[in-house]
Structures are given as C-alpha cells and as structure tokens.
C-alpha cells in the first residue's frame, strides 16, 4: 500500500528555515512525481512546488528564491528545504505522489496528485 509518512514541521520564527520530509512506504519512489502543497486556515490548498521524475523542479512564484525541493530515491525520500520563513507561510505542509512516465515535467496542481500525506503542522510565529 502505498504511504506517505510526513515529518519535519513545527514553530519557528520569522527569518528562519525549517526541512520537510515525506517519506515513501510500500512503492518505488522513482515511478512517480511528487509535489508539496500548503493549506492555510481558511483557504484552498495551494502548490508550492514538484519535483518530477526525472529530477525537474516546478516551484510557485509565490516562494520562488526561499523553497528548495530534493529527492533522494534512495533514500525514499523527499525533502522541502524553507527558508526566510514568513507568517503567512503558516500552513498545514502536505507531500503527495504521482505515477508519470520518466519524460512528464510536473505541476503543482492538487488535482494532478493521487496519493497524499499526513500532513504537517508549520507555525512561523515571533
């Protein structure tokens, strides 16, 4: 079965950098892309940003310059690298999987993902 197991989140303050993690339990992470999106309270789930397959990154404008985001297949792993953390990067974090052929770029659109994550708590706060 096919698990994404999340972890890294938590308070922070302004100016500082936290690393996410979603982890790939029960499937071969190099099959599929995988995206990280944020919900805040109150609004819809946003993209933020992908990595495909073959190692292309799609990162939203909106964190362009302060997102990072990484995969180490052997490691099963994804990573999130945020720095110069603002409040309004105040989020539930999800990680979340795509199976694409090896040559599909990704797009951080939440209808384009199957498989999703737990979910991960992220306060940037003074």
């Known amino acids: 079965q096919l698990q994404l197991v999340q972890s890294g989140g938590g308070l922070v303050q302004p100016g500082g950098s936290l690393r996410l993690s979603c982890a790939a339990s029960g499937f071969t992470l190099d099959r599929y892309a995988i995206g990280w999106f944020r919900q805040a309270p109150g609004k819809e789930r946003e993209g933020v940003s992908c990595i495909s397959r073959a190692g292309g990154v799609n990162i939203a404008d909106s964190v362009k310059g302060r997102f990072t985001i990484s995969r180490d297949n052997a490691k099963k792993t994804v990573y999130l690298q945020i720095n110069s953390l603002k409040a309004e990067d105040t989020a539930v974090y999800y990680c979340?999987?795509?199976?694409?052929?090896?040559?599909?770029?990704?797009?951080?659109?939440?209808?384009?993902?199957?498989?999703w994550g737990q979910g991960t708590q992220v306060t940037v706060s003074s």
């Open positions: 979340a999987a795509v199976s694409t052929i090896l040559t599909v770029p990704c797009v951080p659109e939440v209808g384009r993902f199957r498989s």
